[in-house]
């Protein structure tokens, strides 16, 4: 009976997912050293805090209406970086979306440790992505973002980009409040300021390949990086 109910429940909620069209995604990244909101990932190499490595950042995602559900990964190819996020995404329009993001980049725990020290990190954010200009704001609400005395950082980060053509987008982003663990700032400080160029490079009459260049700086930490990708 037990086998009967479970393979009702399989059956129901197959059913459901092809009533409302859903849709299911996968991809990767391959980028030549990962750099997020201005802050380099691969800190560990050489204890040097602008030196990175390759990094492979694949994604899985399902789509059902304007819910979206997925994980994002970031695995350096010298093993200094293991990153698994969970995301789920509401599209109240076209253009307007809130994402609640579970990251987990440390792992010098169990990754399904969720005490009061747990590695996870919880954040909330609400993007618009117009024609050419988009504005996101991120706030980091529970979890391992602390301050020095135990308490949560909050450690929040916005970010406004414009699209000056359709392969050229700039952007500048900054820390809001003291962000000890995260975005390494005492208070307000601009961490992500650059230019992304986007192009597709023809392999063959049928298949071409997106790649990507990201030059930017870090005002903050005085720093400057450089961020080749290709996305397959």
């Known amino acids: 009976m037990r086998k009967i109910k479970v393979l009702a429940i399989c059956v129901i909620a197959m059913s459901l997912t092809m009533s409302v069209k859903a849709q299911f995604s996968t991809g990767a990244d391959i980028v030549s050293s990962y750099v997020w909101r201005g802050v380099p990932q691969d800190r560990s190499v050489a204890g040097n805090p602008t030196l990175g490595s390759p990094n492979i950042q694949p994604y899985v995602s399902f789509t059902t209406r304007k819910l979206t559900l997925g994980s994002w990964a970031s695995g350096s190819f010298l093993g200094n970086v293991k990153e698994v996020d969970l995301n789920a995404t509401y599209a109240f329009t076209s253009a307007l979306a809130l994402t609640v993001t579970d990251y987990n980049w440390n792992f010098s725990k169990s990754y399904f440790d969720y005490s009061s020290t747990t590695d996870h990190i919880y954040e909330a954010t609400l993007a618009y992505t ?9 706030t980091m609400f529970a979890g391992a973002d602390k301050l020095a005395n135990g308490n949560n950082a909050f450690s929040t980060y916005a970010e406004l980009g ?3 053509n ?12 003291e962000s000890p663990s995260v975005y390494f700032t005492k208070g307000f400080g601009v961490t992500n300021v650059g230019l992304k160029i986007s192009k597709s490079i023809a392999i063959t009459d049928k298949f071409s390949l997106p790649v990507y260049g990201i030059v930017g700086a870090n005002p903050y930490s005085g720093n400057a990086f450089f961020v080749a990708g290709v996305t397959l």
């Open 130 to 138: 117009g024609a050419a200009f988009s504005a996101q704001i991120n």
């Open 162 to 164: 414009y699209q000056i």
């Open 166 to 177: 359709p392969i050229a987008k700039v952007f500048l982003g900054a820390a809001l409040t």
